[in-house]
């Protein structure tokens, strides 16, 4: 049997884990009987812990929610959650930063020496973004190595999975290939951008930087050897990211932005603008300034409001609308387009998009 102190912690541990607990259960989950059980939860309860007792066939134990905060009990996984969880906080941007970072501090001072080690070498960038995708999972494990790698400032190296299945052949026949090469790294900064996570790195072998996306990344050891950081472009790393998913790495900002006049009230446009900026002209009349990384998108997630559209500028969003107008008439009279097809001027030059290991 376990000492009283382990024993203790062991069914604090399960009644935090469910919300009724049966005695004969937990007596069997423990391999105590059901009189130290009763003896235990008088002890938990001596301790502060508000823990009810509940009768019927089945009666048990239910740890329930008390006027003060008692001391909590995290497993080791627990703990690392809730302090990548804080830490993320902190650079939220949701006027919690503050209250976040005393309360990552107050759970760091309470954790034992190994799992303070893990949460101090895992330094995390929140770059925000409107528009979010379903968050992709990472395992807790490589987020953890990433971030020793980060913080010892050690060389990389790692397997990475390509975003379409590098056997699949034409018709979706296997073809066998050989395994890619590891990738070299030298990692500076770990980010969230839209619900992942990204791995901002100096890429060896390419002589580049480069953003990988942290689900895709299978560490291998041990880590190379150390190395000098550089410094991002620009400094700022979250501009850097949201430069590269803009296409426009020198600013973060959208390459292409325009600005339209749209029948429509302001709060109507604004529900569905994301980070666009909308002023209110009249009743049901509005003025909107939008970014796209090419013309021709802005101008399609324009078209996509059902109101008529004023184009205040620039001149190269007028011959994107132009552009899409040619294609859809096309389209909706089935006319094939082909290199003689007659049509207005060419489709606006897009600014090239940076290479990102997505």
Not at 247 to 253: F, M, R
């Amino acid at each position: 049997m376990q000492k009283t102190s382990a024993r203790l912690l062991s069914l604090l541990s399960l009644l935090q884990a469910r919300r009724d607990w049966p005695g004969a259960l937990l007596a069997e989950r423990l391999d105590i009987s059901a009189r130290t059980v009763r003896r235990d939860v008088d002890r938990l309860r001596e301790l502060g812990y508000p823990i009810v007792a509940f009768k019927g066939p089945d009666g048990g134990y239910r740890l329930d929610a008390g006027a003060e905060l008692p001391p909590l009990l995290f497993d080791d996984e627990q703990a690392i959650a809730l302090a990548v969880a804080l830490r993320i906080a902190t650079t939220s941007g949701a006027g919690i930063e503050e209250a976040a970072a005393r309360a990552l501090n107050t759970v760091r001072q309470v954790m034992p020496a190994r799992l303070r080690h893990r949460i101090d070498v895992l330094q995390v960038t929140a770059v925000e973004r409107s528009a979010r995708r379903p968050g992709t999972r990472v395992d807790s494990g490589v987020l953890m190595a990433l971030g020793a790698a980060v913080h010892a400032r050690e060389v990389l190296r790692f397997d990475y999975t390509a975003a379409t299945a590098p056997g699949a052949g034409e018709g979706g026949r296997d073809v066998e290939r050989p395994a890619p090469p590891p990738r070299r790294a030298q990692p500076h900064h770990l980010v969230t951008w839209s619900g992942r996570w990204y791995l901002v790195a100096w890429d060896l072998d390419r002589e580049d930087w480069r953003t990988f996306r942290v689900d895709r990344i299978t560490p291998r050891v041990p880590t190379g050897p150390r190395f000098t950081p550089r410094e991002v472009p620009g400094g700022d790393v979250a501009a850097f990211v949201a430069g590269r998913f803009n296409g426009s790495p020198a600013s973060g900002d959208w390459p292409c932005r325009g600005e339209v006049i749209l029948d429509l009230p302001a709060a109507v446009v604004s529900r569905y603008a994301h980070d666009g900026f909308v002023e209110e002209l009249g009743p049901h009349r509005c003025r909107l300034v939008l970014g796209s990384w090419s013309w021709p998108g802005l101008a399609a997630t324009l078209g996509r409001f059902d109101a008529d559209i004023e184009v205040v500028g620039p001149t190269e969003l007028r011959e994107a609308f132009a552009h899409l107008a040619h294609r859809y008439a096309r389209a909706a009279t089935n006319t094939p387009s082909g290199p003689g097809t007659p049509g207005p001027a060419t489709a606006p030059t897009t600014p090239g998009r940076p290479t990102t290991d997505r």
